[in-house]
């Protein structure tokens, strides 16, 4: 592809079918680790890889390729906003198994609450007074004479 401003050729990753073809086949696995490698510059040594669908290879092949470019600062600068991503995450993870949880236990107790109350009518349409069956349900007189 060409560049219109500029008249440079360039290739696009995510788009150019030829360079998928060339980097993204299992055939030619030695010479993509060989261009990641040189992308790298000598900070980080890829020696094997495995592929994913195309796709995902190559996003996260030129993420990794950006990120390897970082000078300390920017790369000091991802790695907390990273750190705090990933807090962010597990913070809202946390929050909702608390949820979950909470939510059970309340589910329960209404589960338990319609029980006794379903409990209750079938002991007044028996004629039991209720008195004795608000002792065994825990249901006052009131809500049992309202039933």
């Known amino acids: 592809m060409t560049d219109r401003l500029t008249g440079d ?9 030829g360079f998928k073809m060339l980097f993204g086949t299992e055939m030619n696995k030695e010479l993509l680790i060989s261009f990641v490698n040189s992308l ?10 495995t592929y ?5 290879l190559f996003t996260k ?5 950006e990120i390897a470019k970082f000078s300390k600062q920017q ?13 962010w995450q597990n913070t809202i993870e946390t929050a909702k198994m608390k949820s979950r949880e909470e939510g059970r236990v309340e589910g329960i107790e209404v589960g338990r609450r319609l029980e006794r109350i379903e409990m ?10 209720a008195d004795i069956i608000a002792q065994n349900t825990g249901l006052s007189e009131n809500e049992i004479s309202e039933l």
């Open 9 to 17: 050729r360039y290739v696009n990753p995510y788009t150019d079918f």
């Open 40 to 49: 790298f510059d000598g900070k980080e040594v890829i020696k094997d890889l």
């Open 52 to 56: 994913l669908n195309s796709e995902q």
């Open 61 to 65: 092949l030129f993420e990794a390729a």
């Open 75 to 87: 790369y000091d600068e991802y790695e907390e906003s990273l750190k705090a991503y990933r807090d």
């Open 120 to 129: 209750a009518r079938k002991f007044k349409a028996s004629g039991i007074p």
